[in-house]
């Protein structure tokens, strides 16, 4: 009888604990593993094709659910310091400022990088000129007339293209003269494929791997040959010259992971890092942080096919 109550009373301690337990993780937020359950993820919206790409071969791979948030990069920034988001991807790495806005509040964020991108420009086919002078494009930002630019097309006055090119340029390239801005990358390209004369100014992952409904307009753009500053070629945005950094507008994608333990943030930063999702940027036209292995097999005699 006593071994019968004990049990019980042992049996109803251990489901309050598991009770207690499950609440507390509820309560962290921490309903997900490294390769399993559900997390948000906020990404630069002029990279998500290639993002959108890791996120199915990585739920293929394992028991998770990513949700992208594509937004532009100021967005994207705000809701990490608003603790709307707490992993993200960038095309660039956290100022000093921008980390001390995280250690006053105790966190520690994971950076990771693993590829390297382009800005891109774009014209369309219309026009036969495929080049272009960087310092051109800068004197334009800055006010300076251009027979061979009529306007520059941005996907968002908050985008992580116009910061790159204000830098560049040295002043705000927003409400500059000629110089315009939608919502997203999409709208670019058609807008530029319609407009002669026109430059639009995206991320080059919307043109090796836009959505098969985009397919047909990024067939009626060209992407220009840019000649650095300091530079005497003109360089197209591809995967050697941007694994070579001979192109001028390349730059480093990253991940940040701001959750705090051990979830998908870091699953997924790990499979960006990892022999399969750098195959993934490999293929996609981009260059991997880190060139994957080959396995090469040699054999010592060929069989002949006997049919």
């Given at each position: 009888?006593?071994n019968?109550?004990?049990?019980?009373?042992t049996?109803?301690?251990l489901?309050a604990?598991?009770?207690?337990?499950?609440?507390?993780?509820?309560?962290?937020?921490q309903?997900?593993?490294?390769?399993?359950?559900k997390?948000t993820?906020?990404v630069?919206?002029?990279?998500?094709?290639?993002?959108?790409d890791?996120e199915?071969?990585f739920?293929?791979?394992y028991n998770a659910?990513?949700?992208l948030v594509?937004k532009?990069?100021n967005e994207?920034?705000n809701?990490?310091?608003?603790?709307?988001a707490?992993?993200?991807?960038?095309t660039?790495?956290l100022t000093?400022?921008?980390?001390?806005?995280?250690?006053s509040?105790k966190?520690?964020p994971?950076i990771t990088?693993?590829?390297?991108?382009a800005?891109a420009?774009?014209r369309?086919?219309s026009?036969?000129?495929?080049?272009?002078?960087l310092q051109?494009?800068?004197?334009f930002?800055k006010?300076?007339p251009?027979?061979?630019i009529?306007?520059?097309?941005?996907d968002?006055?908050?985008?992580s293209?116009?910061?790159?090119?204000?830098?560049?340029?040295?002043?705000s390239?927003?409400?500059?003269?000629n110089?315009?801005?939608?919502?997203t990358?999409?709208?670019v390209?058609?807008y530029?494929?319609?407009n002669e004369g026109?430059i639009g100014v995206?991320?080059?992952n919307?043109?090796?791997?836009?959505?098969?409904?985009?397919q047909?307009t990024?067939?009626?753009?060209?992407?220009l040959?840019?000649?650095?500053?300091d530079?005497?070629?003109?360089?197209?945005?591809?995967?050697?010259?941007?694994?070579?950094?001979?192109?001028p507008?390349?730059r480093?994608l990253?991940i940040v992971?701001?959750q705090?333990?051990s979830g998908?943030g870091?699953g997924?930063?790990?499979?960006?890092g990892?022999?399969?999702g750098?195959?993934?940027i490999l293929k996609?036209?981009?260059v991997?942080?880190?060139v994957p292995?080959?396995?090469?097999v040699i054999?010592?005699?060929i069989?002949?096919d006997?049919n």
């Amino acid at each position: 009888m006593m071994n019968r109550v004990a049990k019980t009373i042992t049996g109803f301690f251990l489901l309050a604990l598991l009770f207690v337990f499950s609440c507390q993780k509820k309560g962290e937020g921490q309903l997900d593993s490294i390769i399993e359950g559900k997390a948000t993820i906020y990404v630069d919206e002029s990279i998500l094709p290639i993002i959108e790409d890791e996120e199915a071969v990585f739920e293929t791979q394992y028991n998770a659910k990513l949700h992208l948030v594509p937004k532009s990069e100021n967005e994207v920034l705000n809701a990490m310091f608003n603790d709307t988001a707490t992993i993200a991807v960038l095309t660039r790495d956290l100022t000093k400022e921008e980390l001390k806005v995280f250690q006053s509040k105790k966190i520690n964020p994971k950076i990771t990088p693993f590829a390297t991108d382009a800005v891109a420009l774009i014209r369309s086919k219309s026009s036969n000129d495929t080049l272009i002078a960087l310092q051109e494009v800068i004197s334009f930002i800055k006010g300076t007339p251009s027979g061979n630019i009529k306007g520059l097309v941005f996907d968002n006055a908050n985008s992580s293209t116009v910061r790159y090119m204000s830098d560049l340029a040295g002043v705000s390239v927003n409400n500059q003269k000629n110089i315009f801005s939608f919502k997203t990358n999409q709208e670019v390209i058609k807008y530029v494929a319609e407009n002669e004369g026109m430059i639009g100014v995206i991320g080059i992952n919307w043109i090796f791997q836009p959505p098969l409904d985009l397919q047909e307009t990024v067939d009626k753009v060209n992407v220009l040959g840019v000649k650095g500053i300091d530079s005497a070629q003109f360089e197209f945005p591809t995967q050697d010259n941007l694994a070579q950094g001979k192109y001028p507008l390349a730059r480093h994608l990253y991940i940040v992971n701001c959750q705090g333990y051990s979830g998908l943030g870091m699953g997924f930063a790990s499979f960006l890092g990892g022999e399969r999702g750098q195959r993934i940027i490999l293929k996609s036209g981009l260059v991997p942080e880190r060139v994957p292995t080959r396995k090469i097999v040699i054999r010592n005699k060929i069989t002949k096919d006997k049919n």
